[in-house]
């Protein structure tokens, strides 16, 4: 234990039911600590400023945005664990990431390249889009806030940097870091998750570069960059470059969207480029792609059609993207616990007319990989389900809907060879959006896996 590390005298033993093992680090926002719980289980607990208890309207807001962040996807975040922000002092507490944060293994080891820059940006990329799915925007991501964990990088301090903004005028503190913080949020503007977008782009500058794109002598300088300054990002590697300088555009309606960023980053959008960017090329590339897309997912389930119907009427559900294999790992904290199912209600022959059209997302898989996925919905007609990086396509049919309106689908995978050809899942739709999560068939090792995935319908 290192002496930065180590308990000092006015450190408490316990915060709520948690035992105090050491410092993990202080900040602006309070101390965390590596503290235990009684099954031993590490987690951090992080106690935040006095002033965040000082009134009932405070505490109940900084509730409200924790336990919106505790529905946040936890496979590229730490996930809320709990939170007591009536106790004195008031603590919240996450999962505990074992590794050193972005900054200080830039710091120690330099800029990251090839396979691990690109691992890195489709990471925090992931983070940032379930994030803003749950109706939060971080507002504080940047090189601190990105721990390296054994299984990835994962992003922190989400859900509360909001409610933090509620006390800014009593600390007389900006919630964000300068060289992170989009220009809107500089300027005092309403800040969405656009501003996220801005400081994913100035991260991934500094994993690449070892630097802020608009670092430089003085807060003020970098401040005055920030808003009217063009960012370095010389250091950062084709195509990469393109999209960070999209993301860093001045204004919030020129920059992509967290899931846009992510789509393109697993290939499945067009190379931006600096005077359209990935947001008009993905809107050029739905328009041209719809027709080809219904026909190659089309395609392959009349091709098996010819060479076997009788797959698709067997009682074995199809699988949602996993490779060979890749089910028997125990993957990381993206495992779905198994639920007792819901009360049956009905048992449909198709999904909704409501639910018609092409959906795409991304699944994410507890093995750690995160996979393109397209479902295409069609009225009296089968629905096609397709994982473009994969080569698979298959078939969707409908089990049962549940008396929580969520419905229990069978898959079966009729072509490509890399995903596991049988396996449930269950879809919820939302506003807007499918939720699914996915088990495969079967028994023993093979039920470590599952994985999560959140669809989007693809515009006209």
């Not at 993905?282 to 009788?310: F, K």
Request: net charge positive; glycine share 10%.
């Amino acid at each position: 234990m290192t002496a930065s590390s180590a308990l000092r005298g006015s450190d408490p033993a316990f915060i709520g039911p948690y035992r105090i093992v050491r410092r993990l680090g202080a900040g602006g926002q309070g101390i965390v600590y590596l503290g235990t719980d009684d099954a031993g289980t590490q987690v951090a607990v992080k106690v935040l400023r006095p002033e965040i208890a000082a009134d009932e309207t405070t505490r109940s807001r900084f509730a409200r945005e924790v336990a919106i962040a505790q529905r946040v996807a936890s496979f590229c975040t730490a996930q809320f664990l709990a939170a007591d922000l009536w106790s004195d002092p008031p603590y919240i507490v996450t999962e505990y990431v074992d590794g050193p944060s972005l900054q200080e293994e830039v710091a120690r080891n330099g800029p990251r390249t090839g396979a691990a820059l690109h691992r890195l940006a489709v990471g925090t990329a992931t983070a940032l889009t379930a994030i803003h799915e749950a109706g939060l925007v971080h507002r504080d991501f940047k090189p601190g806030n990105v721990l390296l964990g054994a299984d990835g990088p994962r992003v922190i301090d989400f859900g509360i940097a909001r409610a933090l903004d509620a006390t800014a005028t009593v600390s007389s503190q900006v919630v964000g870091t300068p060289a992170y913080m989009a220009p809107e949020q500089i300027k005092g503007a309403e800040i969405g998750p656009a501003a996220d977008v801005f400081a994913w782009g100035a991260v991934v500058a500094f994993a690449a570069t070892g630097r802020s794109p608009f670092a430089a002598d003085s807060t003020h300088a970098v401040l005055y960059r920030v808003i009217g300054g063009e960012p370095d990002i010389a250091g950062v590697p084709d195509p990469l470059r393109a999209l960070v300088a999209r993301c860093l555009a001045k204004e919030p309606a020129e920059r992509p969207t967290m899931r846009e960023v992510l789509m393109w980053l697993l290939g499945s959008a067009d190379s931006p480029d600096r005077e359209t960017g990935p947001r008009s090329h993905a809107v050029a590339a739905r328009r041209r792609s719809r027709r080809t897309l219904y026909a190659a997912v089309a395609g392959a389930a009349v091709l098996a059609l010819a060479g076997g119907a009788a797959l698709w009427l067997t009682n074995g559900a199809g699988s949602a993207a996993k490779e060979t294999g890749g089910g028997t790992t125990a993957g990381r904290a993206t495992t779905v616990a198994r639920t007792t199912s819901s009360p049956q209600v009905s048992t449909p022959s198709r999904l909704p007319r409501t639910l018609t059209g092409v959906w795409e997302g991304v699944l994410a898989q507890s093995n750690g990989t995160n996979r393109p996925m397209t479902v295409v919905i069609r009225p009296n007609a089968r629905t096609l389900v397709s994982y473009p990086s994969l080569g698979c396509a298959g078939l969707l049919t409908v089990v049962r809907r549940d008396a929580d309106g969520q419905f229990v689908l069978r898959e079966t995978i009729v072509k490509g060879t890399k995903c596991t050809r049988q396996g449930r899942l269950t879809m919820r739709p939302g506003d807007g959006k499918l939720l699914l999560t996915y088990f495969p068939n079967g028994s023993g090792d093979e039920m470590a896996y599952s994985a999560t995935a959140t669809l989007y319908r693809k515009g006209v």
